[in-house]
């Protein structure tokens, strides 16, 4: 039974939402956690980072993914519009911790993981069971209206109300906070395939992006558990979806054939359920937090999906929100100062990504050859890859890069809307 009073509500069940549940209830504060699906679920965005390793550590979650099912990741691997692979980005090769080997993820089954490790922490958990709106009195959030199956309805109050509804972005839909990348409007055509082309030994598991030759779109192509693989093509959602006429499937199908590694590997491959769309990537909140309400994962913003970042970011932006949330209690603080003090150390590391994910967009730039000609930025450009952007000085490589690709301006931030 929902009671009407708790610490923490937090609104949605993915990796921020779990992640910001658990540690939040793990200290020891009374949290409730809404999901209106029922776990599992299907959600896109399966490869992981090599750097959410220290946020499993502190979840409690590594020995369950060690034992897992999961296939493992050691690499990134970039192929160009010419269909020439470069040498993968092995991550072990610049650090030997067990940390620089990852996962590639089933979703429906990692998800449903990390929602169970939140209630095993202790936090109430809901699912089947949405947020109709959430309240205000005046600046300050006080609690949700909830609706569950049975379409009752129940005004539910907290201290802290945590917004982790991805690119729902309850919040800041309704504060108007929500600013779209205009550089980065993209879209993706994408769904699992049964059958495809993998690499041997420890390649099987590796990450690929494959561009088009026209380099106006490109691939990922992520290997799952059973022989199924991840596969979306990735454009501008003018030129891949506006401009274009056609079904889902007929313009994935036009890209494929620009595509000739991708569609080799696809030769003898199936889908497993109709291709799915989605666009508008980029946006960020103004605003990580405000008075009582805070922001974390896809809800707060979202890059671009050629890096895999989205997990990794909306793990970090959980654990860094749950310790302000924590100290917010202990002090009876709830000011959009305290409860978004994590998000000028967050920020940095996703700008890092952010910058990455430019100098791939344009045409003209070539990592081959920035690090031909800056060699001394490999281990930049690696600790990017593996989000190693808190644990390393990834900087020093955007000056000389600016200089071969147009990077933009770091994104100002402000502690409240």
């Not at 220290?54 to 979650?61: A, N």
């Not at 070539?366 to 060699?375: D, E, I, Q, R, Y």
Request: charged share 25%; net charge neutral.
């Amino acid at each position: 039974m929902i009671s009407t009073h708790y610490d923490v509500i937090v609104i949605g069940g993915g990796p921020a939402g779990s992640t910001t549940a658990a540690l939040v209830a793990e200290y020891g504060h009374r949290v409730l956690l809404l999901e209106r699906e029922a776990f599992p679920r299907f959600q896109i965005g399966e490869s992981l980072m090599p750097g959410t390793y220290w946020s499993f550590k502190r979840l409690g979650m590594l020995d369950k993914l060690k034992k897992s099912a999961f296939v493992k990741k050691y690499s990134v691997q970039f192929f160009g519009s010419s269909g020439k692979g470069s040498a993968p980005f092995y991550f072990f090769k610049h650090d030997s911790h067990e940390s620089s080997i990852t996962y590639q993820v089933l979703r429906s089954e990692f998800d449903l993981m990390m929602l169970d490790n939140a209630r095993e922490k202790g936090a109430e958990v809901v699912q089947g069971t949405s947020v109709h709106q959430v309240h205000f009195k005046g600046d300050r959030a006080t609690g949700v209206q909830i609706k569950n199956r049975n379409g009752q309805r129940k005004d539910v109050f907290a201290r802290v109300i945590v917004d982790a509804t991805g690119r729902s972005a309850l919040i800041s839909r309704k504060l108007k906070t929500k600013t779209v990348e205009p550089k980065l409007k993209k879209a993706s055509i994408f769904t699992h395939f049964k059958g495809g082309v993998r690499d041997k030994g420890i390649d099987e598991g590796a990450t690929l992006i494959l561009h088009t030759q026209d380099k106006d779109s490109w691939f990922w192509y992520i290997p799952l558990p059973d022989d199924v693989v991840s596969v979306g093509v990735v454009g501008g959602l003018d030129t891949l979806l506006q401009k274009r006429s056609g079904t889902p499937h007929e313009i994935f199908d036009e890209e494929l054939e620009k595509c000739p590694p991708m569609r080799e590997r696809l030769a003898s491959a199936n889908p497993l359920f109709p291709l799915k769309v989605t666009q508008d990537f980029s946006y960020r909140s103004r605003a990580a937090a405000g008075e009582g309400w805070v922001l974390v994962g896809d809800a707060f913003g979202f890059i671009d999906p050629v890096y895999s970042s989205g997990v990794f970011l909306a793990l970090k932006s959980g654990e860094m929100a749950a310790d302000a949330i924590h100290e917010a209690i202990e002090k009876r603080d709830f000011s959009a100062e305290q409860l978004g003090k994590w998000a000028p150390e967050f920020l940095p590391g996703m700008e890092a990504i952010r910058k990455l994910v430019y100098a791939f967009y344009s045409k003209n730039f070539s990592f081959a050859k920035f690090l031909n000609a800056h060699p001394e930025c490999i281990d930049g450009v690696i600790n990017i890859l593996k989000g190693n952007v808190y644990r390393e000085d990834v900087t020093p490589i955007f000056e000389p890069m600016g200089r071969m690709c147009d990077l933009p301006e770091d994104v100002e931030h402000y502690a409240d809307a």
